[in-house]
Nanobody, 122 residues
């Protein structure tokens, strides 16, 4: 099973940027679809973005298109989430997760990281 460690959260002003990292252990990372999810207080967890095993395909939630960018470095077993032009509504705990399968299918994720808090002040 893949172990995931998330880092990079913090407090930022609206309009600012943050980059999250998700480091994975295990030999299967390079064959897995990786996804980012978030959960705001009092709300259900929601899908943010996913990237295919080779980085060739990505799928973004409409709410983050044009502002967030997902990437991965299979040599480092790490996936990144670059978040620009952050808005207060982006405030949430952000999680990474892994699965096999199509990036556009937002379900089926098995292994999850511990989450990191992102707070965007207005």
């Amino acid at each position: 099973q893949v172990q995931l460690v998330v880092s990079g959260g913090g407090l930022v002003q609206a309009g600012g940027s943050l980059r999250l990292s998700c480091a994975a252990s295990g030999r299967t990372f390079s064959s897995q679809t990786m996804g980012w999810f978030r959960q705001a207080p009092g709300k259900e967890r929601e899908f943010v973005v996913a990237i295919s095993w080779n980085g060739g395909s990505t799928y973004y939630a409409d709410s983050v298109k044009g502002r967030f960018t997902i990437s991965r470095d299979n040599a480092k077993n790490t996936v990144y989430l670059q978040m620009n032009n952050l808005k207060p509504e982006d405030t949430a705990v952000y999680y990474c997760a892994t699965k096999r399968g199509n990036v556009a299918n937002t379900e089926g994720y098995g292994s999850w990281g511990q989450g990191t808090q992102v707070t965007v002040a207005s």
